[in-house]
């Protein structure tokens, strides 16, 4: 008896004393690949707030909302003609220089959204509407990271697309973002 009394009281120190096992690298790495819910409604509220920026032609907004290291890659595509592409920082958009000019003003629809951690990608087709009047459409490509707890534009691409707004406009024009 005092032979299996005591087999029992090592085998509950061996359990005691063996160490839990370390959490693996994905418990630290939230929700499935590209899914996170609560936060792809942030990112479309910062990409809300960015465009509402842009259409008030509201420079220091803009420079809050986005990083100043970031790149901008603009793709003009015109019938008939090689794509151009034009890169310029982001700090290029909030200079002071570009104060004024005709109103403007920049909506999306259809978001796709991913994210992953402190990164985030929203692309959407957008129209684009100088001093009233429809100037083109196109794509829009944000990349965004977390800072600070706010989600803010890292990094912008888009096309520039005269003739392509009926071809990218939604059926449901009650999709449209930002609201109004």
Same mark, same amino acid.
């Given at each position: ?36 819910? *609560? ?17 008030? =032609? ?28 034009? *890169?310029?920082? =982001? ?63 890292? =990094? ?25």
């Amino acid at each position: 008896m005092h032979r299996s009394a005591l087999a029992v009281a090592m085998s509950f120190l061996l359990v005691a004393c063996t160490p839990a096992p370390a959490p693996s690298a994905a418990a630290s790495v939230p929700g499935p690949a590209g899914h996170e819910p *609560g936060e792809e409604a942030a990112v479309l509220a910062a990409t809300d707030q960015f465009m509402k920026a842009i259409s008030a =032609n509201d420079l220091a907004g803009m420079a809050a909302l986005q990083t100043p290291d970031g790149m901008t890659y603009v793709a003009l595509l015109e019938d008939g003609k090689a794509p151009e592409i034009v *890169g310029r920082p =982001n700090a290029y958009w909030v200079d002071s220089s570009r104060a004024g000019g005709p109103p403007m003003r920049e909506r999306y629809w259809s978001p796709t959204v991913l994210v992953r951690g402190p990164m985030a990608m929203v692309w959407a087709p957008y129209e684009f509407r100088d001093d009233g009047q429809v100037s083109h459409c196109g794509v829009d490509m944000f990349s965004f990271i977390k800072r600070d707890g706010a989600w803010r534009v890292a =990094n912008m691409m888009w096309t520039v697309e005269p003739k392509a707004c009926a071809q990218l406009m939604p059926a449901d024009t009650a999709a449209i973002r930002p609201a109004d």
